[in-house]
């Protein structure tokens, strides 16, 4: 399969696939794809096609395209000769799952757009369960939400919002959610409402490993008490999580105030 073969299917496919292409004098035209199943490709050197492809997937999480320049072997800063490489990725929208259709729920579905997810909200109700109460949402589903989470696509750019606050609801949903590679699982409630919810999952044989990514009591701690301001908390927590962040004030830390994708000069 040629590359540009390789980066039609995942296209076709919905996948997320980036594409590298070398524009200085040595080796111009040269391509690298990098898709779900590796790279190929060849831009020059073993170590240029390797710092590409790393630089790739980590733009890809961003959903960015861009213009990095290289050492020949992929050297973070050109030592001799530099290699400008110009890399386009073609990223689907992360998906944000928001279950329970509430008042809490609109807000995070506008918050959810804001930062580039395709939001879409689930809940068995369907007198609730309406794109006129919650008109920012892609999607509005009428749903049991253990039974659409088991059907839906999740990657680990995927994030689940629990909302619902009702354990017939929840602890199949989380039994669900903790069995796929979500980048963030968040339930409202609070610690007394996720210790009862944190037993049920034990029970149900959950592992402690597994019951340690739900992030309850949901959202960063800035004294929310608005769904707005609730909103803000929980795609604050997000955000800092996707960066490795711990979500503290800057001026306590001596973090670069903006994460580097890499070490490569812009």
């Known amino acids: 399969m040629t590359i540009f073969e390789r980066l039609a299917a995942a296209l076709h496919n919905d996948e997320p696939v980036a594409l590298a292409t070398r524009l200085d004098d040595v080796a111009t035209g040269t391509k690298l794809i990098v898709d779900e199943r590796g790279a190929h490709g060849d831009l020059g050197s073993t170590g240029l096609n390797a710092t590409v492809e790393a630089e790739a ?38 998906d944000m799952y928001i279950f329970g259709a509430i008042d809490f729920s609109r807000a995070m579905a506008r918050i959810g757009k804001y930062l580039g997810y395709r939001v879409t909200v689930v809940d068995a109700r369907p007198v609730f369960a ?68 944190v037993d049920g999952l034990r029970e149900a044989g959950v592992s402690e490993a597994a019951l340690a990514r739900i992030s309850a009591p949901i959202g960063l701690d800035i004294g929310a008490r608005t769904p707005e301001e609730t909103a803000i908390s929980i795609g604050s927590e997000i955000v800092a999580l996707r960066a490795g962040r711990s979500g503290g004030r800057l001026r306590e830390s001596s973090l670069p105030v903006h994460p580097q994708t890499s070490t490569a000069s812009r």
Do not use: C
């Open 57 to 94: 997937r980590a733009l890809l999480t961003l959903g960015e395209t861009a213009l990095r320049t290289f050492g020949e072997n992929g050297e973070p800063i050109p030592i001799a000769r530099e290699a400008r490489i110009f890399i386009q990725t073609f990223a689907p929208k992360p």
């Open 130 to 197: 309406t794109a006129q109460r919650i008109p920012d949402a892609d999607k509005v589903v009428v749903a049991w939400p253990d039974e659409f989470l088991s059907g839906a696509r999740v990657d680990d750019r995927t994030a689940i919002i629990v909302l619902t606050h009702d354990v017939k609801f929840d602890l199949p949903l989380l039994r669900v959610a903790l069995g796929t590679a979500a980048g963030y699982i968040g339930a409202m409630g609070s610690r007394r409402t996720h210790a009862a919810r």
